[in-house]
């Protein structure tokens, strides 16, 4: 702890000593809608939140979304190899089933592993993302315990003008990537195109060798992991004079991806994510607004074997398919109770369903949900209050709830506090797993996991300087384990805290763009020890430090940046028995506008050529560089 108070008293003595420019005000308090299902900006959140722009993923030439997240405050990822491979994103120390992602509004996840696949999601046709740190299930229902993040997909602008963009990417382990777009609208309407594709002969994920493979993917295959994606969005709208709007949203990203495998579980993967929402908003009153959204998500993978297993020869065969669907339909009312006093009421409803090559004793279920939430602000005090009941198919009924205050000081400061609580539904493979060979392997009886959370911050955030510093603990019940003792059935028999403390500053300092981040969390297993043998241990993969500082500077038509990554060790296993070593990466980029539409980008990652694993005996990419020619000229 005298750490953790050392390390948030230096973060906090760094950023007073950056000056202020106040014309940057409004690019440091940009609007969201994640945190509370309404239009706030980031100062009247009351939450942990962090905003990642268009204009940042560019800067910062991520190759893929889980590049972009690792590293900001709560957020750590794993992945078992190089790109497309599967990955896992843990927020402020909870399971990676615990954070909800949304795409435009519409939930997205696989029903069966209980997380959504980030590593399918292309970035390039990505606008926006808001990552909303701490419980949601008061506003979002199951699964909002670590928190929530919400992608927005490119859009159009209402600038009147049509806005073509290219872009073509090469790299290592023959990295090529391209995209097309077209976007434009006025101040009516808006719509965006986009289609683009990527391909990587990759590298062999699982580290080689009768031992290490045995002990890590549980097969020697020395092949080199091949990535294939192909994907397209549209975006459009139409908003009329009256305010009335209504609007289109529609991704879709398929993807072929090469792993180690065997004729049981194949060594060939097609994957595809479909997202598809609309979205009508009006005001039968002046101080009554209202939204109806419906969307359908489908997370699709199907896997095949080809190849030589114990010398002989099979041809490409199905092995099997696991196909999610998530049908969708809300109804938010916004009602303005003063000028600085708003009521939202609603009602959610989602309907799951699995397709699967393997009989599942359930494949659908509903859940109903119906939220209240209050906003005031009375002088320099705010407060947020909200209200939760969920009624399942399967597992019944739920309740949740929040509350936030916050005080505004004067020059930016702002203090908060908040407390709420959130649960997890049981996936369907926790509840209705086939048996296997007349063994169970589901608990149909499995209750949500049910989490109690606590948080204070203060912020600052004035002219060309931002800090913020966040301390919080989540308890975990009935947190759901398989147990060795009862063949790996799940049952509710563990608890889980995890105490956490978060720090961010950011600055423009003489034109150089500084952001840096700190986390430093205890992530345990906190379980009775007559039922839980991993009580007292670390939860897996999840370091206790990490800290992330990006640094880029233009001069004129050119730019340069870094990013430096650390992360401490971690354990593959709950029983603390596997150790994942502590490392840093260090990223070089480098961007050239050599005409006012034309821009060639250059990165190296792990420019050092660390050797290290998020996850146990998989490999991650050692030094790779990447090249990009852009094309994005202004609106005509």
């Known amino acids: 702890m005298k750490k953790t108070l050392l390390a948030a008293a230096l973060l906090c003595c760094f950023s007073t000593a950056y000056a202020a420019d106040q ?139 049509v806005t073509p963009s290219l872009s073509m990417t090469a790299g290592s382990h023959g990295l090529f990537g391209s995209q097309a777009g077209l976007s434009g609208g006025d101040q009516h309407a808006w719509y965006n195109l986009n289609l683009g594709g990527e391909y990587t002969s990759g590298f062999p994920g699982c580290k080689m060798g009768a031992a290490e493979a045995m002990a890590g993917c549980f097969v020697d295959d020395s092949r080199d992991d091949a990535y294939r994606n192909w994907n397209g969005s549209a975006n459009a709208g139409y908003r009329w004079d009256n305010g009335t709007e209504l609007a289109f949203t529609w991704l879709r990203s398929k993807n072929d991806v090469d ?47 080809q190849g030589s297993y114990y010398g002989a020869y099979y041809p490409l065969a199905q092995t099997g398919y696991f196909n999610s669907q998530r049908n969708q339909f809300s109804w938010q009312n916004d009602i303005e109770l003063t000028s600085n006093q708003l009521l939202t009421v609603g009602v959610d409803y989602q309907q799951e369903h699995l397709d699967s ?34 009624h399942n198919q399967q597992y019944g009924d739920h309740d949740t709830g929040a509350a936030s205050w916050g005080y505004h000081f004067d020059h930016g400061l702002r203090v908060y506090a908040s407390y709420g609580t959130a649960f997890h539904a049981p996936t ?40 913020g510093v966040s301390a919080y603990q989540t308890r975990i019940d009935d947190l759901i384990l398989l147990d060795p003792n009862q063949n790996y059935v799940p049952f509710n028999v563990s608890k889980a805290r995890i105490r956490g403390l978060e720090g961010q500053v950011g600055a423009d300092l003489d034109g150089w763009q500084v952001q840096g981040y700190l986390t430093l969390q205890q992530p345990k297993d906190v379980g009775d020890v007559t039922a839980d043998a991993n009580s007292g241990n670390l939860l897996p993969r999840r370091p206790e430090r990490m800290a992330r500082v990006d640094i880029d500077r233009r001069f004129g038509a050119f730019g340069i940046g870094t990013t430096w990554y650390a992360a401490g060790y971690s354990y593959d296993d709950a029983a603390n028995t596997h150790r994942l070593g502590g490392y840093s990466t260090l990223a070089l980029r480098a961007s050239w506008h050599f005409t006012q539409d034309w ?14 694993e998020t996850v146990y005996y998989f490999n991650q990419p050692g030094r790779t560089w990447y090249l990009t020619l852009r094309y994005s000229p202004a609106a005509r």
């Open 23 to 161: 014309d940057n005000a409004s690019a440091l308090n940009p609007v969201i809608v994640t945190a509370t299902r309404t239009a706030v900006t980031v100062d009247d959140t009351l939450s942990s939140v962090t905003v990642i722009t268009r204009a940042d993923i560019e800067r910062l030439q991520p190759v893929s979304v889980l590049d972009l997240l690792t590293g900001l405050p709560g957020v750590n990822t794993t992945q078992s190899g190089g790109l497309g491979q599967t990955s896992s994103l843990f927020m402020r120390g909870t399971n990676s089933t615990h954070t909800l992602v949304l795409i435009d509004g519409v939930r997205i996840g696989s029903v069966t592993a209980g997380f959504a696949s980030l590593e399918q999601i292309p970035v390039e046709q990505i606008e926006r993302i808001e990552i909303v740190r701490g419980p949601r299930s008061s506003l979002y229902g199951a699964d909002a315990i670590g928190g929530v993040i919400q992608i927005f997909t490119r859009h159009g602008s209402a600038n009147g003008g």
């Open 259 to 305: 792993y180690a495998g065997s004729p049981y579980g194949g060594n060939d993967a097609v994957n595809e994510q479909r997202v598809a929402g609309v979205r009508l908003s009006f005001s039968p009153m002046e101080a009554w607004g209202v939204t109806l959204n419906a969307g359908q998500s489908k997370d699709l993978s199907t896997t095949y074997y």
């Open 357 to 390: 090559s393997t009989g599942y004793l359930a494949d659908s279920r509903d859940d109903t949900g119906t939220y209240a939430q209050y906003q005031g602000t009375f002088g320099n005090n705010e407060v947020q209050l909200s209200v939760r009941h969920d």
């Open 428 to 467: 369907f493979n926790d509840l209705y797993y086939p048996p296997y060979y007349g063994i169970p392997s589901a608990n149909p009886d499995l209750k949500p996991e049910k989490s109690r959370s606590a948080e204070v911050g203060v912020t600052q955030q004035l002219g060309i300087w931002n800090w």
């Open 599 to 612: 821009q060639v980008e250059a990165k190296l990652a792990n420019a050092f050529d660390r050797d290290y």
